[in-house]
């Protein structure tokens, strides 16, 4: 357990080191954050297409994030929440909004299975009610700046 927290939180100093370098402003459109650190398999699904997700890879709402048995990934978010999914873990990234000038948005995410550390950006410390993480069994409301949650595959996952 304690080597798989280490590699999450390797993975996760990996992505706030590249949130200082920032995040381009206008291919935002329709993406939410972008792909900072990948080792091993990682996945995004989109539309029902499934494809590798390389460092610079761009999410949006909707996506599904998969790591393989040696995959993780670390994610920064346009208001710069920073996620950081261990080896076999899946993470739908439900809803996401945000609004550059008063910070104000809502993100909901879905921990089907695996591990994730979440630093929380400028939504959360807007409004501590605006960010949820779903796991199987529970939905965790992010009042903190930073937390890690575990979810066992279910028989569906």
């Known amino acids: 357990m304690s080597l798989r927290l ?3 939180f390797g993975v996760l100093g990996s992505v706030i080191a590249g949130a200082v370098l920032g995040l ?9 954050g972008q ?11 989109r539309a029902g297409k499934r494809e590798a997700a390389p460092v610079g890879f761009k999410v949006r709402a909707t996506d599904v994030v998969r ?4 995959g993780t990934v670390g994610i920064t978010m346009t208001d ?32 089907n299975k695996g591990t994730l550390a979440v630093v929380s950006g400028k939504i ?15 939905i965790l409301g992010v009042r903190g700046t930073q937390f890690v949650v575990s979810a066992a595959a279910t028989d569906a996952n």
């Open 35 to 45: 792909v900072k650190t990948v080792k091993g398999g990682v996945t995004v699904e």
């Open 80 to 111: 710069n929440s920073l996620l950081s999914a261990g080896p076999n873990s899946e993470l739908v990234l439900e809803r996401y909004a945000f609004d550059t000038t008063t910070h104000a948005g809502r993100f909901d995410s879905t921990l």
């Open 6 to 8: 280490s590699t999450i």
């Open 124 to 138: 959360a410390k807007q409004s501590p009610d605006a960010m949820t993480v779903k796991t199987p069994s529970a």
């Open 24 to 32: 381009s402003g206008a291919a935002w459109a329709n993406d939410i």
């Open 67 to 70: 790591t393989t048995a040696d």
